[in-house]
């Protein structure tokens, strides 16, 4: 069976402990579309030539989680090209048998917008620099908040594929929410349309 959820959501406001918490309960297959993002900003050169040739080993750095690579991958998101050229491979896994799961940015919006479950997972910029402060341990306080605003500015604002929920997506804001009852919210919305 072919069943597809959408997460898509700004820097560290849940969606990959989620997507990961989903597939797992559900035995989807999961896609963290960030990674290839990140894999093409930390391979250097021509972001175009580096999307296209995208490999297994690139995909495998042990960086890739790294503010760096995150801040590197946003800034040649905004490329058309490179865009284009990771959308087979996503399009593909989402068609998967058995059923898939992909997080990402514009997932509901250009990837599936068939996808069977949209979820928009956000929380507020000073929740999100502190998760992502405490999970990489780099930087200041202020420096990562920075980050994260300056993020989410250009994933917004960009022509191509801007960050925004899909119209019939499912807004989940983890501001509040421990990331226990955030996957709980998340299972019992998948269920009801798995049916
Ligand atoms: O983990 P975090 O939310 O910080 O970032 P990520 O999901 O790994 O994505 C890193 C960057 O890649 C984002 O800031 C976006 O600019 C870009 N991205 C995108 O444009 N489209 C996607 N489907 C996934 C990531």
Redesign the pocket.
């Known amino acids: 069976m072919r069943f597809c959820v959408a997460i898509d959501g700004?820097?560290?406001?849940g969606?990959?402990t989620i997507s990961r918490a989903v597939a797992a309960h559900f035995g989807l297959a999961h896609l963290?579309?960030?990674?290839l993002?990140?894999a093409v900003g930390m391979k250097g050169g021509d972001p175009v030539a580096a999307a296209r040739s995208l490999s297994s080993e690139d995909l495998a750095r042990p960086d890739l989680r790294s503010m760096a690579a995150?801040e590197a991958?946003?800034r040649v998101?905004v490329i058309p090209e490179v865009?284009a050229a990771l959308v087979a491979f996503q399009r593909e896994f989402a068609q998967r048998e058995g059923g898939a799961v992909l997080?990402?940015?514009?997932?509901g919006t250009v990837?599936c917008p068939e996808a069977d479950v949209k979820l928009f997972v956000t929380a507020s910029p000073e929740v999100r620099a502190g998760r992502?402060f405490a999970e990489t341990g780099e930087g200041t306080f202020a420096e990562v908040l920075e980050q994260v605003r300056a993020?989410d500015a250009?994933?917004m604002g960009r022509a191509d594929?801007p960050l925004r929920p899909a119209e019939d997506a499912v807004i989940l804001d983890t501001s509040d929410l421990s990331i226990d009852a955030a996957v709980a919210r998340a299972c019992d919305l998948i269920a009801a349309r798995r049916g």
Do not use: E, F
């Not at 963290?32 to 990674?35: A, H, I, N, P, V």
């Not at 997080?103 to 997932?107: E, L």
């Open positions: 700004p820097a560290a406001a969606k990959g963290d579309t960030g990674l993002y990140r995150g991958a946003s998101a865009r997080d990402g940015r514009d997932i990837i992502r993020r250009r994933d594929a």
